[in-house]
Nanobody
Framework: VQLVESGGGLVQAGGSLRLSCAAS????????MGWRRQAPGKQRELVAA???????NYADSVKGRFTISRDNAKNTMYLQMNSLKPEDTAVYSC?????????WGQGTQVTVSS
């Protein structure tokens, strides 16, 4: 499974961005998918996750502001980020789990200016 993220960029506080994660390869084997972020000097944080059936989970820091979704027909997952804050600045990476591995994308930078 190969994953490619897109949609990162620079946005002002209070703005919105939508990240995409396109999967290719053995996509039929994918179960759960999700997003993780890493900010300089901070621990990695699991931001959101979604099962193949559509059940979602969010970190407390993003609940009510971020929405994760997936389009299985397009093999693509999304992260809609609203009401962005400077503390959301990080590299966002998507992952996809199959029976054996958690595959990772290369990451996309999100920068929120105050």
């Amino acid at each position: 499974v190969q994953l490619v993220e897109s949609g990162g960029g620079l946005v002002q506080a209070g703005g919105s961005l939508r990240l995409s994660c396109a999967a290719s390869g053995s996509t039929f084997s994918i179960n759960a998918m999700g997003w993780r972020r890493q900010a300089p000097g901070k621990q990695r944080e699991l931001v959101a996750a979604i099962t193949s059936g559509g059940t979602t989970n969010y970190a407390d820091s993003v609940k009510g502001r971020f929405t994760i979704s997936r389009d299985n027909a397009k093999n693509t997952m999304y992260l809609q980020m609203n009401s962005l804050k400077p503390e959301d600045t990080a590299v966002y990476s998507c992952y996809a789990e199959d029976r054996f591995f958690r595959h990772w994308g290369q990451g996309t930078q999100v920068t929120v200016s105050s």
